[in-house]
């Protein structure tokens, strides 16, 4: 797979543990049938000039805690929050078909290509600011986002395939939150990025490792399990700290 982050077969595990019960009706906002080019969750009103994309994990953009937290987001800041269908309808379902088999099929390298598409069309309609996150797989998308300055801010929970390559060639402000039991992205690649970025004088950035948790968290928590939930609401407000600092 791409890059050291996605080294062996227990990580790429890791990726899928705890799946979410999917729900096309949950959360509080619209699905949007084509923006562009995609279907997309999307909460706050399209009117604001700020906007954020949050892009998935393997689960997909019906995954209830993720449109959870994009009503959320919407509703804290004023934001236009954008979950597109990346997946295009067929996320990961561990009963279907082997993970490796799944992840050929959908490569993060496309989720970029269909992202670009997603920001301009953001921008066509007077979108001023664009801030991203991206959770496991998605993490992958924003870091090819982040590349370029179409974007203002970027945010990586627990990311997947993510490689020290990809941090030295960020050119926006870039949160990366991670966990500290994570095999997929553990803590000691996580410091490399945050050794590569202190270098990047003309790049802000933050590295942030939780304790006690496992990848996938901020997502896929249990909602029974205080300490867990407790944590990703900690990592949610992280990530809203960081918007509101870069998107203006």
């Not at 890791?14 to 906002?29: A, I, V, Y």
């Not at 997502?219 to 203006?248: G, T």
Request: charged content about 20%; overall charge negative.
């Amino acid at each position: 797979m791409e890059g050291r982050a996605m080294a062996n077969p227990q990580s790429q595990s890791q990726c899928c543990e705890n799946p979410p019960t999917l729900n096309p009706s949950s959360g509080h906002g619209s699905v949007v049938e084509n923006l562009g080019g995609l279907k997309a969750y999307t909460a706050g009103s399209p009117e604001s000039k700020l906007a954020v994309l949050l892009v998935s994990d393997v689960y997909g953009f019906e995954a209830p805690n993720l449109r959870k937290l994009a009503d959320k987001v919407a509703a804290a800041a004023g934001y236009f929050v954008v979950v597109p269908d990346f997946l295009h309808g067929d996320p990961y379902v561990p009963e279907k078909v082997p993970f490796p088999t799944w992840l050929q099929a959908h490569g993060a390298a496309k989720g970029f290509e269909e992202a670009k598409h997603i920001v301009e069309a953001l921008k066509s309609t007077g979108t001023s600011a664009i801030g991203a996150a991206g959770f496991c797989w998605g993490a992958k998308v924003v870091a090819e986002l982040a590349k370029s300055e179409d974007i203002k801010a970027a945010v990586m929970l627990h990311p997947s395939f993510v490689t020290v390559e990809d941090i030295k060639e960020i050119k926006v402000s870039l949160a990366v939150l991670g966990a500290e039991i994570d095999r997929t992205s553990p803590p000691s690649l996580l410091k490399e990025f945050e050794k590569i970025l202190s270098t990047k004088s003309e790049v802000d950035s933050f590295v942030k490792i939780f304790p006690g948790v496992a990848h996938g968290w901020t997502v896929r928590y249990d909602v029974h399990d205080e300490a867990v939930v407790k944590s990703a609401e900690e990592a949610h407000q992280n990530m809203l700290e960081w918007f509101s600092k870069y998107l203006k």
